[in-house]
């Protein structure tokens, strides 16, 4: 396949090098400084250990990027989504279209398959490509599972089928609700487990955090349309259980940072990566109010990020909760 990959951070840069091992692949970055420093250099700034495969093309004009391309994959964060499909739509409306970002979009709190939708309405076919996937690791060659979501079932099984390769194994399913909600809202739980795990709360309180965050997700998956068992699976369970871990987690880290004191404009200044669950957070939560949805987890992430609470209250607050039947 001839395949276009929008965007030149950590996870678009991952997935061509490693795309690039079976198909013809293009990798545009927005700014053309950041291309010429790419052509040059042959690396990622975000991965400089592993550098790009020969094969793999450099474009600067979007144009000549997805011209003649039999797929194009957006890889920006979700706050850039937008204007690239608006900038691809321009250009080839028609095209088969997959995503690579999570949560909720800032201001309209749209997810990523209705900001598509909203800005690419003729586009052929269109999915979202989303589990547990830390970008050095895929880079690297190292094996990784994720899904291929799409509402056409057919051009999900056949999609995965094409890009699946042994070290980067491609699952479809049509529960494209299922797999953004999931991937959405295990960011904000990644955030309390970072905390838990800055205040020295031990393994237990993880393994706490991560179930009980879980059953958070699927409450608010299966109310917006999701299928249970996608929750249980790798954009489920699988991812929340990577995010919440790993040492490379952006918002673990966040969590990490915000339990050791440090404000929120300077931990995300510093980070130099987008973590999603900060800017998911109000958007879960508000989600789940309206719907009625008790998600104690997320609210409590939200009164740290957002209303200036100690993490270590919050977490108090959290376990004087009435018990209750699980």
């Known amino acids: 396949m001839r395949i276009a990959v929008l965007g030149a951070g950590a996870w678009g840069s991952a997935l061509a090098i490693s795309l690039c091992a079976s198909h013809e692949v293009r990798l545009w970055a927005r700014r053309r400084e950041a291309c010429d420093e790419?052509?040059?250099s042959r690396s990622s700034p975000y991965l400089p250990e592993v550098p790009f495969p020969d094969a793999l093309r450099v474009e600067p004009d979007l144009s000549s990027a997805i011209s003649g391309c039999d797929l194009a994959v957006v890889a920006t964060s979700t706050a850039g989504l937008r204007d690239t499909a608006t900038a691809v739509a321009a250009i080839r409306p028609r095209i088969d279209l997959l995503w690579a970002c999570k949560g909720f979009e800032q201001g309209s709190r749209k997810l990523p398959h209705e900001i598509v939708a909203e800005v690419l309405p003729g586009a052929a076919r269109t999915g979202a490509l989303s589990g547990p996937s830390f970008a050095l690791e895929v880079?690297?060659?190292?094996?990784?599972?994720?899904?291929?979501?799409?509402?056409?079932?057919?051009?999900?099984?056949?999609?995965?089928?094409?890009?699946?390769s042994a070290r980067l194994r491609i699952y479809s399913s049509a529960d494209l609700v299922g797999v953004e909600l999931g991937g959405a809202?295990?960011?904000?739980?990644?955030?309390?487990?970072?905390?838990?795990?800055?205040?020295?709360?031990?393994?237990?309180?993880?393994?706490?955090?991560?179930?009980?965050?879980?059953a958070e997700i699927v409450r608010l998956g299966v109310a917006t349309g999701g299928q249970p068992e996608t929750f249980m699976g790798l954009t489920g369970l699988g991812d929340l259980v990577l995010t919440c871990t790993g040492e490379l987690?952006?918002?673990?880290?966040v969590g990490l940072r915000l339990a050791k004191g440090q404000a929120l404009p300077d931990i995300l200044r510093d980070l130099g990566h987008v973590a999603e669950g900060v800017q998911s957070a109000a958007s879960v939560?508000?989600?789940?109010?309206?719907?009625?949805?008790?998600?104690?987890?997320?609210?409590?992430?939200?009164?740290?990020?957002?209303?200036?609470?100690?993490?270590?209250?919050?977490?108090?607050?959290?376990?004087?909760?009435?018990?209750?039947?699980?």
Not at 146 to 157: E, G, N
Not at 249 to 253: C, Y
Not at 303 to 316: D, I, K, N, S, T
């Open 38 to 40: 790419l052509s040059r």
């Open 139 to 164: 880079a690297r060659g190292q094996p990784t599972a994720i899904v291929l979501a799409s509402r056409d079932a057919a051009f999900a099984s056949e999609s995965a089928a094409q890009l699946n």
């Open 249 to 253: 987690s952006r918002n673990r880290d």
């Open 185 to 214: 809202v295990k960011n904000v739980i990644a955030i309390a487990a970072g905390i838990a795990d800055g205040l020295g709360l031990g393994r237990n309180a993880r393994a706490a955090l991560v179930t009980r965050g879980l």
């Open 285 to 326: 939560r508000d989600l789940a109010h309206g719907r009625g949805i008790e998600m104690p987890i997320t609210q409590a992430v939200c009164a740290v990020l957002f209303e200036g609470r100690p993490p270590a209250e919050a977490v108090r607050q959290l376990l004087a909760r009435d018990p209750k039947a699980e």
